[in-house]
């Protein structure tokens, strides 16, 4: 798919700007703080309907208008897709004036009012930008997060069983709480232990199918970028405890019986610390290059190139799934990679059908700019389009 017309409102720093993007590469040229994050946030927030920047609402609206009767940013887009065209309208309401109204986000697709979960993956993106490294050398939640938004573009199942699990969780830790305080019975849990089986479930298996898709796509990607030296091995670690790759279970019934016992077991520790230990909200994927560990051996160069061969595995874990390309998005990483790291990326995101690249350095990046098919200046939130050198 590829986006041909883009419209941000009152969106960050933009008071209006309106653009045709063309096919293949779109080069976004600006100094510091002039609005090119802003940009690709703005596409990447129309496709997940979530930040990239973890932002509450009321930040995406432009400051100045914050305080005013209608605190509203928009963001609109036109998009060509295998599965048929596309309007694509957000609006984000950051504060309410009127009590009967609620702040947060609104959303259209083709014209219709859409809930949030229907409109998530309508336009499919990838973004890759410089924070990328922290799903290598950052905690777990980096790379759950990096799972969940990459499978809930393309799976609505899972997109509810998170929102599901997420409910579940809060009641069952909340049970907890009171069993710890003597105030709920211990058997109690039992009907929480089996939502919390039933809704992990879904979230385990999708998982375990993307990493397997993963694992092998990001070792083939690290080879590239480095020429063959290095390799990167992913293995799914999910926490139920005592799994490993070798030792999966084989079917749906399996899964739920070993979470349960996996409950069981940690009962009492679970009541002394309020909290539920188990499940897929305590998920990792262990990350190895060379065979060793990333987050505690490897170099900042080396994690680097891991997480940019995880974005690329991302890419083609979506195109696979979508029977579409995803529009990749680049903000900022290509001035950080050495030229033969760049040109390995390149060829490969060559083959989606449209990228948008973002730089403060185009002398930095001549082969880009020569190979651009759409060139723009960002200049204190407005996007200007120049041709010719
Ligand atoms: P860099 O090259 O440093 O990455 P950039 O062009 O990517 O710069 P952006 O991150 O897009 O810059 O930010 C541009 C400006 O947008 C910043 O100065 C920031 O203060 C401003 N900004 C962010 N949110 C808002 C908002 N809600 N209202 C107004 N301005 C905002
Ligand atoms: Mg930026």
């Given at each position: 798919?590829?986006?041909?017309?883009?419209?941000?409102?009152?969106?960050?720093?933009?008071?209006?700007?309106?653009?045709?993007?063309?096919?293949?590469?779109?080069?976004?040229?600006?100094?510091?703080?002039?609005?090119?994050?802003?940009?690709?946030?703005?596409?990447?927030?129309?496709?997940?309907?979530?930040?990239?920047?973890?932002?509450?609402?009321?930040?995406?609206?432009?400051?100045?208008?914050?305080?005013?009767?209608?605190?509203?940013?928009?963001?609109?887009?036109?998009?060509?897709?295998?599965?048929?065209?596309?309007a694509l309208e957000l609006a984000i309401i950051g504060r309410t004036i009127d009590p009967a109204h609620r702040a947060g986000k609104?959303?259209?697709?083709?014209?219709?009012?859409?809930?949030?979960?229907?409109?998530?993956?309508?336009?499919?993106?990838?973004?890759?930008?410089?924070?990328?490294?922290?799903?290598?050398?950052?905690?777990?939640?980096?790379?759950?997060?990096?799972?969940?938004?990459?499978?809930?573009?393309?799976?609505?199942?899972?997109?509810?069983?998170?929102?599901?699990y997420a409910r579940v969780i809060q009641q069952r830790n909340s049970l907890l709480k009171r069993i710890q305080a003597r105030e709920?019975?211990?058997?109690?849990?039992?009907?929480?232990?089996?939502?919390?089986?039933?809704?992990?479930?879904?979230?385990?298996?999708?998982?375990?199918?993307?990493?397997?898709?993963?694992?092998?796509?990001?070792?083939?990607?690290?080879?590239?970028?480095?020429?063959?030296?290095?390799?990167?091995?992913?293995?799914?670690?999910?926490?139920?405890?005592?799994?490993?790759?070798?030792?999966?279970?084989?079917?749906?019934?399996?899964?739920?019986?070993?979470?349960?016992?996996?409950?069981?077991?940690?009962?009492?520790?679970?009541?002394?610390?309020?909290?539920?230990?188990?499940?897929?909200?305590?998920?990792?994927?262990?990350?190895?290059?060379?065979?060793?560990?990333?987050?505690?051996?490897?170099?900042?160069?080396?994690?680097?190139?891991?997480?940019?061969?995880?974005?690329?595995?991302?890419?083609?874990?979506?195109?696979?799934?979508?029977?579409?390309?995803?529009?990749?998005?680049?903000?900022?990483?290509?001035?950080?990679?050495?030229?033969?790291?760049?040109?390995?990326?390149?060829?490969?995101?060559?083959?989606?059908?449209?990228?948008?690249?973002?730089?403060?350095?185009?002398?930095?990046?001549?082969?880009?700019?020569?190979?651009?098919?759409?060139?723009?200046?960002?200049?204190?939130?407005?996007?200007?389009?120049?041709?010719?050198?």
């Amino acid at each position: 798919m590829f986006i041909f017309d883009l419209e941000l409102v009152n969106f960050r720093n933009y008071v209006r700007a309106h653009i045709r993007l063309d096919r293949g590469l779109n080069l976004f040229v600006g100094d510091n703080a002039q609005g090119k994050s802003n940009l690709l946030e703005a596409i990447y927030l129309l496709s997940t309907l979530r930040s990239s920047r973890a932002s509450q609402d009321s930040d995406l609206v432009r400051r100045d208008i914050l305080e005013s009767d209608f605190p509203v940013a928009r963001l609109a887009c036109q998009v060509e897709r295998a599965a048929g065209n596309l309007a694509l309208e957000l609006a984000i309401i950051g504060r309410t004036i009127d009590p009967a109204h609620r702040a947060g986000k609104r959303v259209r697709v083709n014209g219709v009012p859409r809930k949030a979960s229907e409109a998530v993956g309508q336009l499919c993106a990838v973004l890759f930008t410089t924070l990328d490294i922290d799903i290598v050398a950052g905690p777990p939640l980096m790379r759950r997060r990096y799972l969940d938004m990459m499978i809930s573009q393309v799976d609505r199942g899972y997109l509810r069983a998170m929102q599901k699990y997420a409910r579940v969780i809060q009641q069952r830790n909340s049970l907890l709480k009171r069993i710890q305080a003597r105030e709920a019975q211990a058997h109690e849990l039992t009907f929480w232990d089996q939502e919390l089986a039933h809704a992990g479930g879904t979230i385990y298996w999708a998982r375990a199918d993307a990493l397997g898709h993963l694992a092998l796509q990001a070792e083939q990607q690290m080879e590239r970028l480095s020429d063959g030296l290095e390799s990167l091995t992913l293995i799914y670690r999910p926490s139920i405890g005592g799994l490993d790759q070798y030792d999966a279970p084989i079917d749906d019934a399996e899964w739920t019986g070993r979470m349960i016992r996996a409950l069981q077991a940690a009962r009492p520790r679970e009541i002394a610390a309020g909290a539920t230990l188990v499940g897929p909200h305590r998920d990792d994927v262990e990350i190895l290059i060379d065979g060793m560990p990333a987050d505690a051996f490897a170099s900042r160069a080396q994690q680097r190139t891991a997480a940019l061969a995880m974005r690329l595995a991302e890419a083609s874990y979506l195109r696979r799934a979508l029977g579409d390309d995803p529009v990749v998005l680049l903000d900022d990483v290509l001035s950080e990679l050495d030229a033969r790291r760049r040109r390995a990326l390149l060829e490969y995101i060559d083959t989606f059908q449209q990228t948008l690249v973002t730089t403060a350095d185009p002398d930095r990046l001549r082969d880009i700019y020569t190979r651009a098919s759409g060139r723009f200046v960002v200049n204190a939130g407005t996007i200007t389009r120049f041709e010719g050198e």
